[in-house]
């Protein structure tokens, strides 16, 4: 399917030499000044930050308790211990946030999305994804629990407020707008404010940093693909998704807000056609659960879209592409470099 012709203009910016630095690293070769990848100049690629853990804020605060909030659903929750945290949510952000603001030695248990090296050994407490398990979480025995509403079932979260447990909720927002409010709100129940407002400075300049690193010029179209093979379920990603904020960060344009899709859509064949997508974003256990790439362009649609022809396909690790926590700039930076691996930098 044909698109307007998009003048492209002379890239310029901060990634020029990170650029070329991937591409040799990689092995991928500049596509000749086209401005588009290339199935001969390199395909797949996988997106990695340099560092996987979390910084935390140094010192570590010492908390000012008890805390009073507002939580989420309305209700005031008192917070008088911090001992024993237990971050919960389906994108791994309030374990992110709760070691960004220096208590991870504090937290005692994980959801699945919380991957990265300094919290890994902690046990998991949803074993459905994004369901408590109150047996989990009560033999654990935790001071406080925080919690956004993507998490469930409600009964359990009622049973853990009645076992004198308190429970903050937070407002679940996958978006790189709405990491400080997580930030500042996390922060006020555990009674750290001041080192929540470091981090929210912090992550704001980094994530700022990395915005401003996209190369002008020709914006690539970008689906996001959310793929569990094993489980037959392929979706595409659109306004809202999450994705998308991680794609416009990048400079690129996301291509299932641009076909007019919002959330997760199921993948047609005749819907990722039209969304001709340059590149595809996915998730590495979700490409994996496919077969890999071979596997992937032999999903209907994708070998006819530009990105399926050349190859083009861009993974990241599950527990870092769509957290939206501290990590944020990371995050931003190695998926510009992923990206634009292909481009020509000069």
């Known amino acids: 399917m044909s698109r307007p012709h998009r003048p492209r203009r002379p890239r310029r910016g901060p990634l020029i030499a990170l650029l070329a630095a991937t591409m040799a690293a990689t ?25 996987a853990d979390v910084d935390p804020i140094r010192p570590a605060p010492a908390p000012a308790l008890p805390a009073t909030v507002r939580s989420g ?11 024993r945290i237990l971050p919960v949510n389906l994108h791994g952000s309030i374990a992110e946030i709760v070691f960004g603001l220096g208590l991870g030695g504090n937290v005692i248990g994980r959801d699945t999305s919380t991957t990265f090296p300094a919290a890994a050994h902690l046990p998991v407490v949803t074993p459905g994804g994004h369901d408590l398990s109150a047996e989990a979480v009560l033999d654990l025995d935790p001071s406080v629990v925080l919690v956004d509403d993507g998490v469930g079932p409600p009964e359990v979260l009622r049973q853990l407020g009645a076992a004198g447990i308190p429970v903050v909720r937070v407002r679940a927002e996958p978006t790189l707008d709405g990491v400080p409010a997580h930030i500042r709100a996390i922060a006020a129940a555990l009674g750290v404010p001041e080192a929540g407002e470091r981090l929210v400075t912090r992550v ?5 940093d990395a915005r401003r690193a996209a190369p002008a010029g020709r914006a690539p179209r970008i689906a996001f693909l959310y793929l569990r093979g094993t489980a037959g379920v392929y979706l595409i990603g659109g306004r809202g998704a999450g994705s998308d904020a991680m794609i416009e960060a990048i400079g690129g344009v996301d291509a299932g807000s641009a076909a007019g899709l919002s959330k997760f859509r199921p993948l047609t064949s005749e819907g990722l056609i039209n969304a001709a997508p340059d590149v595809i974003l996915v998730m590495s256990a979700g490409l994996a659960s496919v077969g890999g790439v071979d596997g992937l362009v032999k999903l209907p649609g994708v070998a006819q879209t530009p990105a399926g022809a050349n190859r083009r396909v861009v993974d990241m690790a599950d527990g870092t592409l769509l957290t939206f926590g501290v990590r944020s700039g990371r995050v931003v930076q190695a998926l510009a470099r992923a990206v634009y691996s292909c481009e020509d930098p000069s």
């Open 27 to 51: 092995g991928c070769a500049a596509p000749g000044g086209s401005g588009t990848p290339s199935a001969a100049g390199c395909g797949p690629v996988t997106a990695t930050v340099d560092d």
């Open 73 to 83: 659903d309305g209700a005031t929750v008192t917070v008088d211990d911090v001992s």
């Open 204 to 208: 704001q300049s980094e994530t700022a």
